[in-house]
């Protein structure tokens, strides 16, 4: 007599984390018991989605070809007149060593034109290595959902780096992170339904100033940054980057309401120290130490000042960790820093003299001849906004402020961004200013991030 074959039992499966750990999990929707005793995320007992590269049916993948770019977008983002500070602790302050020097004049361009190993056009965009390092337990992705994470990659994580790579933290750490917090995913899809509503006319059927609304309100029931480990203390940095990018996306006023969250939420957790270790830490205090100190001349003549003198170095951080990654690109992250380095001392030096005094003209027309080195559509050169928009403003020749004009439209219809669309109007205004008024006291009026 054949022996029967047991009736085939499948296997009860718990959530992503209670397996990890090899613990039996309680199935408890939405959190399981084990989960929330240890207060993590909860998986729960959906999907799971593991990132690769390209694409198959149910798996998403952040990577494309020829995504769209530029347009002239009208908009704006609501105005939340609501101040939302963090808990303060203590402070924290680490000295970084920026080791290349950006005081001298640049080598002869040989490495800006062309891709590298790395770029997009010879690589995909996203890396199997980093994405499968973040597994991550969601339930099934709504497709509108999975299409505005998709646009994010393709048309904001880009504009965010001087080098659209592999290593982007913008598509591989932040899209996987949206996928298990709800607060930093509503982040991102504001972000990109701001964009996108531009685009197409504000037709999307879903609302971007909701999907905003609801992120603020995360960061609003998440003020208290020493109740929460440090997963959750993360989520909040995400967030507030993330918005922050929105608001350059927009051209909204809600800036200065952003940049004292990020600020406060930095004393709450002690200074940089307290953004914890790891890809996701490192690449927080990079962005931060960016963003703050391009924000502080918009913010205040005086925050301005402040923040370059003590930041400036800091604030090459991107620089030298891609240039580390990028070594057949040298020059080209060189004459980023140069840039900037210039852009800075204009700054400086514009607020020391006031308004009556005469800056040196061949200091505007070496700025000028350095960004001719950047050829069209060259690397990097989309992310010279700043600089450029300094310089401008102290542009007193036509031809300077032409050709400053023009390559601040061209990057305008590249990302239709509409923070470019409110500097140019800045610059109309500075260009106009009477003679006793001194033109970084007007870089705050607009309450505009200019990036």
């Not at 704006?76 to 963090?86: E, R, Y």
């Given at each position: 007599m054949p022996r029967q074959k047991r009736r085939y039992v499948p296997k009860v499966k718990g959530c992503y984390e209670c397996s990890q750990r090899r613990i039996h999990c309680d199935r408890v929707q939405p959190c399981c018991g084990k989960c929330a005793s240890r207060g993590i995320p909860c998986s729960g007992l959906g999907v799971r989605y593991r990132f690769r590269d390209g694409g198959s049916p149910g798996k998403i993948a952040w990577q494309e070809e020829n995504s769209p770019q530029g347009g002239k977008?009208?908009?704006?983002?609501?105005?939340?007149?609501?101040?939302?500070?963090?808990?303060?602790?203590g402070s924290f302050e680490e000295q970084y060593d920026w080791t290349s020097n950006v005081a001298n004049d640049p080598a002869e361009p040989n490495a800006l034109v062309g891709p590298g190993p790395d770029s997009p056009e010879t690589s995909s965009i996203g890396s199997p290595e980093a994405m499968t390092a973040h597994p991550l337990s969601v339930d099934l992705v709504d497709p509108s959902n999975e299409f505005l994470l998709t646009y994010f990659s393709h048309n904001i994580a880009p504009q965010m780096v001087v080098m659209d790579d592999k290593y982007n933290g913008w598509r591989y750490l932040i899209l996987p992170f949206a996928l298990s917090d709800k607060m930093v995913m509503d982040a991102v899809l504001a972000v990109s339904a701001f964009h996108l509503s531009h685009k197409s006319g504000g037709t999307l059927p879903v609302r971007p100033d909701k999907l905003y609304a609801k992120a603020i309100?995360?960061?609003?029931?998440?003020?208290?940054?020493?109740?929460?480990?440090?997963?959750?203390?993360?989520?909040?940095?995400?967030?507030?980057i993330t918005l922050l990018v929105g608001v350059m996306v927009n051209g909204s006023s809600d800036f200065p309401i952003l940049f004292h969250m990020l600020q406060s939420a930095l004393d709450a957790v002690g200074g940089e120290g307290g953004l914890g270790n790891g890809d996701m830490a490192n690449f927080l205090l990079r962005q931060i130490r960016k963003f703050r100190v391009y924000a502080a001349p918009l913010l205040s003549e005086e925050a301005g000042v402040r923040s370059i003198v003590a930041h400036a170095q800091e604030s090459f951080d991107c620089l030298h960790y891609n240039g580390n990654l990028h070594p057949d690109h040298a020059l080209t992250f060189y004459l980023n820093a140069y840039l900037r380095q210039q852009a800075y001392d204009i700054y400086l030096k514009r607020t020391t003299m006031g308004p009556h005094g005469t800056l040196d003209p061949d200091k505007i027309e070496k700025f000028k001849e350095t960004l001719g080195m950047f050829p069209e559509g060259s690397i990097g050169e989309h992310s010279l906004v700043w600089p450029t928009f300094i310089a401008a403003s102290e542009s007193l020749k036509d031809e300077h402020r032409l050709y400053f004009k023009q390559f601040l439209e061209k990057q305008y219809h590249r990302n239709g961004f509409l923070n470019l669309q409110q500097a140019l109007k800045l610059l109309d205004k500075i260009w106009a200013r009477s003679s006793y008024t001194n033109w970084p006291a007007l870089l705050p009026e607009p309450r505009v991030f200019i990036m």
């Open positions: 977008w009208p908009g704006d983002l609501p105005q939340h007149k609501c101040s939302l500070s963090f808990v303060r602790g309100l995360g960061l609003q029931n998440r003020s208290s940054l020493d109740e929460y480990d440090m997963l959750t203390r993360q989520s909040i940095f995400v967030a507030i």
